[in-house]
T-cell receptor, first 114, second 110 residues
Framework: DAGITQSPRHKVTETGTPVTLRCHQTENHRYMYWYRQDPGHGLRLIHYSYGVKDTDKGEVSDGYSVSRSKTEDFLLTLESATSSQTSVYFC?????????????FGPGTRLTVL | KQEVTQIPAALSVPEGENLVLNCSFT??????LQWFRQDPGKGLTSLLLIQSSQREQTSGRLNASLDKSSGRSTLYIAASQPGDSATYLCAVCTGNQFYFGTGTSLTVIP
């Protein structure tokens, strides 16, 4: 849906290393989101973007940064990965139709921090 | 802060049964509510979206209702099939942010 891809799809890394996840969309949507999904917590918002170079924090932003230099790409960076950041990360876009926002999700990235 | 709760966490039903999944939220100031389906190891697929001014939406065997004043939504699945087995999540939109429940894991037994 909505031409959303995420890369990589799987990654194993070690504690203390930097990690960057990429979300790419092909349909010029203004709003993009990064979530993490963990058992017992559901999906929690990390950061979101409402335009190029316009970003804001979500519920669980500590330890994460984002960048959006082009409409189609939204990058999530873990500056120094920790084991607590082992999770499945989903990117989403918001498609606005009239007054309604509908979210569409990418396939997810499974990150393991050893 | 908006809290979204889904009960039950898991549900198992025989094929052909009609069923209801529940979603409740604490702050009624929402723009819309969306129901998603998630298959194991996959992303989320949007099923239905109800605007805050609407009471219900229907798509095929699915019907979602919204009672904003009481902070509740239900997803009704008619004549369940094994292919309906998945986790169902609801999410409420408040401005630019979406808040998700933890989902109901549905198993439909052939």
């Amino acid at each position: 849906d909505a031409g959303i891809t995420q890369s990589p799809r799987h990654k194993v890394t070690e504690t203390g290393t930097p990690v960057t996840l990429r979300c790419h969309q092909t349909e010029n949507h203004r709003y993009m989101y990064w979530y993490r999904q963990d058992p017992g917590h559901g999906l929690r918002l990390i950061h979101y973007s409402y335009g190029v170079k316009d970003t804001d924090k979500g519920e669980v932003s500590d330890g994460y940064s984002v960048s959006r230099s082009k409409t189609e790409d939204f990058l999530l960076t873990l500056e120094s990965a920790t084991s607590s950041q082992t999770s499945v990360y989903f990117c989403a876009i918001s498609e606005i139709s009239g007054v309604t926002d509908t979210q569409y999700f990418g396939p997810g990235t499974r990150l393991t921090v050893l | 802060k908006q809290e979204v709760t889904q009960i039950p966490a898991a549900l198992s039903v025989p094929e052909g049964e009609n069923l209801v999944l529940n979603c409740s939220f604490t702050d009624s100031a929402i723009y819309n509510l969306q129901w998603f389906r998630q298959d194991p190891g996959k992303g989320l697929t949007s099923l239905l979206l109800i605007q805050s001014s609407q009471r219900e939406q229907t798509s095929g065997r699915l019907n979602a209702s919204l009672d904003k004043s009481s902070g509740r939504s239900t997803l009704y699945i008619a004549a369940s099939q094994p292919g309906d087995s998945a986790t169902y999540l609801c999410a409420v939109c408040t401005g630019n942010q979406f808040y998700f429940g933890t989902g109901t894991s549905l198993t439909v037994i052939p």
